[in-house]
């Protein structure tokens, strides 16, 4: 079994930075998708960002390009997520998951198969 800890949420006022991070126990496939997505109660998780553990490829959703990036450390297994110019849309609970190869930069919640419990981002005006 694969455990997923995110970490490094948090309070912030619009226009701030934070950054995600996200460790998996061990990795369940030779090579990997790991990817972040969010949620906010109501709504359905939104894709953020995917990266792929082998060419490094990353996939951004149109809400975020410009002022998150996604990255990868593969010798520690731990994903990161720089958020940069926050906004108040941008607060929700973020999730980092890992799926398997062929999900080129799947941004579909229903594909990946672990998941973390979440970390907290709030952003204030």
């Given at each position: 079994?694969?455990?997923?800890?995110?970490?490094?949420?948090?309070?912030?006022?619009s226009g701030g930075?934070?950054?995600?991070?996200?460790?998996?126990?061990?990795?369940?496939?030779?090579?990997?998708?790991?990817?972040?997505?969010?949620?906010?109660?109501?709504?359905?998780?939104?894709?953020?960002?995917?990266?792929?553990?082998?060419?490094?490829?990353?996939?951004?959703?149109?809400?975020?390009?410009?002022?998150?990036?996604?990255?990868?450390?593969?010798?520690?297994?731990?994903?990161?997520?720089?958020?940069?110019?926050?906004?108040?849309?941008?607060?929700?609970?973020?999730?980092?998951?890992?799926?398997?190869?062929?999900?080129?930069?799947?941004?579909?919640?229903?594909?990946?198969?672990?998941?973390?419990?979440?970390?907290?981002?709030?952003?204030?005006?």
């Amino acid at each position: 079994q694969v455990q997923v800890v995110e970490s490094g949420g948090g309070s912030v006022q619009s226009g701030g930075s934070l950054r995600l991070s996200c460790t998996a126990s061990r990795s369940a496939y030779s090579s990997y998708y790991m990817a972040w997505f969010r949620q906010v109660p109501g709504k359905e998780r939104e894709g953020v960002a995917a990266i792929s553990s082998t060419s490094g490829s990353a996939r951004y959703a149109d809400s975020v390009t410009g002022r998150f990036t996604i990255s990868l450390d593969n010798a520690r297994n731990t994903l990161y997520l720089q958020m940069n110019s926050l906004a108040p849309e941008d607060t929700a609970m973020y999730y980092c998951a890992v799926g398997p190869p062929w999900l080129v930069s799947s941004l579909n919640p229903s594909e990946y198969p672990y998941w973390g419990q979440g970390t907290q981002v709030t952003v204030s005006s």
